[in-house]
């Protein structure tokens, strides 16, 4: 079964700083996407980057990048000079291969800037 | 821009009442997604539905109920709510394509509900 691990339950930043959440993953399929959505105060889950198992390049969106290392299963989100609109809870995610096109989540971080 | 709406941002009710969550996109997505939302779990996804009146089991299906007569619009139903179904639902839509992030799922802001 594919499962999405999160062990970093909080992180405190200061801002302009920059900011490594961790996300790794288990599956056997060859074929899968890993997402990353921010969830702020407000609760609305806002998708920020996407990262499909055969692209060679690390994504990157502005501020956003995504540290894909394959062999390690893992899909790091790095944050580049930290804002205080960043301070959110975190989500990373992996798409299952189908027709269905589920997600399954990780627990969260909860990311504070602080000033 | 994508939009999904939901009927309530805060929804209190008593147990054993029947709970009608409403979801609307108007994207002319074709799949639909109930998630809920507890601290310390992530989402945890409880139904889907990839076309009109189909729908799939998510992994917490238990207690819940879904209705998808147009394809705009998913509805989540709780027969008989109960205090173990306090929790924050959030709804999601995407489109059927695949392969890159054009079938990344939207989210609508949520409703939290209290049973009591």
């Known amino acids: 079964a594919q499962k999405i691990t999160q062990t970093q339950p909080g992180m405190f930043v200061q801002e302009k700083e920059a900011v490594t959440l961790d996300c790794t993953y288990d599956t056997s399929d060859p074929s899968y996407g890993l997402f990353w959505y921010k969830q702020p105060s407000s609760g609305e889950m806002i998708f920020l980057i996407y990262?499909?198992?055969?692209?060679?390049q690390n994504a990157t969106e502005g501020r956003y990048s995504l540290n894909f290392q394959k062999a390690r299963k893992s899909a790091n989100l790095v944050i580049s000079a930290s804002q205080l609109g960043d301070s959110a809870m975190y989500f990373c995610?992996?798409?299952?291969?189908?027709?269905?096109?589920?997600?399954?989540f990780g627990q969260g971080t909860r990311l504070t800037i602080n000033p | 821009d994508v939009k999904v709406t939901q009927s309530s941002r805060y929804l209190v009710k008593r147990t054993g009442e029947k709970v009608f969550l409403e979801c609307v996109q108007d994207m002319d997505h074709e799949n639909m997604f109930w998630y809920r939302q507890d601290p310390g779990l992530g989402l945890r996804l409880i139904y889907f539905s990839y076309d009109v009146k189909m729908k799939e089991k998510g992994d917490i299906p238990e207690g819940y109920s879904v209705s998808r007569e147009k394809k705009e619009r998913f509805s989540l139903i709780l027969e008989s709510a109960s205090t173990n179904q306090t929790s924050m639902y959030l709804c999601a839509s995407s489109s059927r394509t695949s392969g890159d992030h054009t079938d990344t799922q939207y989210f609508g802001p949520g409703t939290r509900l209290t049973v009591l």
């Open positions: 990262q499909g198992s055969y692209d060679q």
């Open positions: 995610a992996m798409r299952e291969s189908g027709g269905a096109q589920k997600l399954v």
